[in-house]
């Protein structure tokens, strides 16, 4: 596989994540839907993926730089979908499942430790719960899960095709077919 598309698949990426990043910042800011802190991690793991993308695409990396940026922008796309669906488990949960009075982020982050503090964000906040915006009968956790998976299944099936080992096969003209060497 020649690396010259990768640049354009790098750029793509980017504009993809990019686009994602203001439609939230304009549901924020534009539509005042405030976010809740899972949102905020999904974000933050957006932005890093827009970001490594970004240097991709501009860096026009080798062979050895895509898998680097490749993994970067899958780790980014793998907690950004863990993040996502955790928020979309906690959406589905049964309201008779779920605690009656959980405490605010501010009071967890003022009286417990950070990781005290993040693990019972991960359990769930009243925040977290709410479904205030659908498109197409999708929340946004869901929407911002569909588009970390499909991040993951296009820098995934990149890695996979750029893997060591992968010899290209050519036809000669007689319909004889050689191994060439590897990719």
Same mark, same amino acid.
């Given at each position: 596989m020649s690396l010259a598309p990768l640049r354009s698949l790098f750029l793509l990426a980017f504009m993809a994540g990019a686009l994602t990043l203001g439609v939230s910042f304009y549901l924020e800011y534009g539509a005042l839907l405030q976010p809740c802190f899972l949102c905020q991690v999904q974000r933050l793991f957006l932005a890093a993926f827009v970001l490594i993308n970004l240097i991709a695409a501009l860096h026009n990396p080798g062979r050895t730089g895509v898998c680097l940026y490749g993994l970067a922008s899958m780790g980014c796309a793998l907690f950004g979908a863990v993040t996502a669906g955790r928020q979309v488990l906690l959406q589905n949960t049964p309201s008779d499942q779920m605690p009656t009075c959980w405490p605010t982020l501010d009071y967890m982050i003022e009286h417990l430790s950070f990781w005290q503090a993040a693990r019972s964000v991960f359990k769930g906040t009243?925040?977290?719960?709410?479904?205030?915006?659908?498109?197409?009968?999708?929340?946004?956790?869901?929407?911002?899960?569909?588009?970390?998976?499909?991040?993951?299944? @296009?820098?995934?099936?990149?890695?996979?095709? @750029?893997?060591?080992?992968r010899h290209r096969v050519s036809q000669s003209e007689d319909n004889s077919v050689h191994v060439v060497g590897r990719d």
């Open positions: 009243v925040d977290c719960v709410e479904i205030n915006w659908t498109l197409f009968d999708l929340s946004l956790p869901e929407w911002s899960l569909l588009f970390f998976l499909a991040m993951l299944i @296009l820098w995934s099936t990149l890695l996979c095709r @750029l893997l060591p080992g």
